[in-house]
């Protein structure tokens, strides 16, 4: 596709379930950025990836989040047992090396009933 | 770590009036200064950016002004128009590195 996608765009769970986000960058992008953005707020940092490889983590807000990319293309975000204050949209975005701008997906909004 | 702090959080103004947001950050090391618009349902859209190298930039009714010593920068929007109405984000980064949002400003433009 022209951008980044993301799945599913809206996400209805119940607390303690899992989640999984899908991400796809853009072809050819080798970073790619995941963000939360919670109601009201900016945009919060969650992870970055060179490639396959994670060399910032340190976003992640606890040990139930966590991320994988495979083959330097689509990303995963997994979220378990899920609480209500992980209800947000989560926001997945891309460049390529040596670009500075990030292109994002429509991000995949996030409610935890 | 940077921190971006993006004042205001709201702005309502009239069609055809200018808009001023306004944003600082921490990290003297950052060159890199996007500004994003976010329209309801979508995901951020880069409008215009600005290096370190250089202090104004226009593209059309947005202009930003960068002031390195002062560690701030400001978005500038001129006869605004219904349809500028969306969320925008500041931030800075160090080249391609991870950028750092500030909190957004809803901006409202009354026809």
């Known amino acids: 596709g022209a951008g980044v996608s993301q799945s599913p765009s809206n996400k209805v769970t119940e607390k303690g379930k899992d989640v999984e986000l899908r991400c796809d960058p853009i072809?050819?992008?080798?970073?790619l950025y995941w963000y939360r953005q919670s109601l009201g707020q900016g945009l919060e940092f969650l992870i970055y990836?060179?490639?396959?490889?994670?060399?910032?983590k340190s976003g992640l807000p606890s040990d139930r989040f966590s991320a994988e990319r495979t083959g330097g293309s689509v990303s995963t975000l997994t979220i378990q047992r899920t609480q209500q204050e992980d209800s947000a949209v989560y926001l997945c975005?891309?460049?390529?090396?040596?670009?500075?701008?990030?292109?994002f997906g429509q991000g995949t909004r996030l409610t935890v009933v | 770590g940077e921190n971006v702090e993006q004042h205001p959080s709201t702005l309502s103004v009239q069609e055809g009036d200018s808009a001023v947001i306004k944003c600082t950050y921490s990290d003297s090391a950052s060159n890199y200064f996007p500004w994003y618009k976010q329209e309801l349902g979508k995901g951020p859209q880069l409008i215009i950016d600005?290096?370190?190298?250089?202090g104004e930039k226009k593209d059309q009714r947005i202009a930003v002004t960068l002031n390195k010593t002062a560690k701030h920068f400001s978005l500038h929007i001129t006869e605004t128009q219904p349809e500028d109405s969306a969320v925008y984000f500041c931030?800075?980064?160090?080249?391609?590195?991870?950028?750092?949002f500030g909190r957004g400003t809803s901006l409202i433009v009354h026809p």
């Open positions: 975005a891309s460049n390529s090396l040596g670009n500075t701008e990030a292109f």
């Open positions: 600005i290096r370190s190298n250089v």
């Open positions: 990836f060179q490639g396959n490889s994670a060399p910032d």
């Open positions: 072809s050819g992008h080798t970073a």
């Open positions: 931030a800075a980064s160090r080249g391609s590195y991870i950028p750092t």
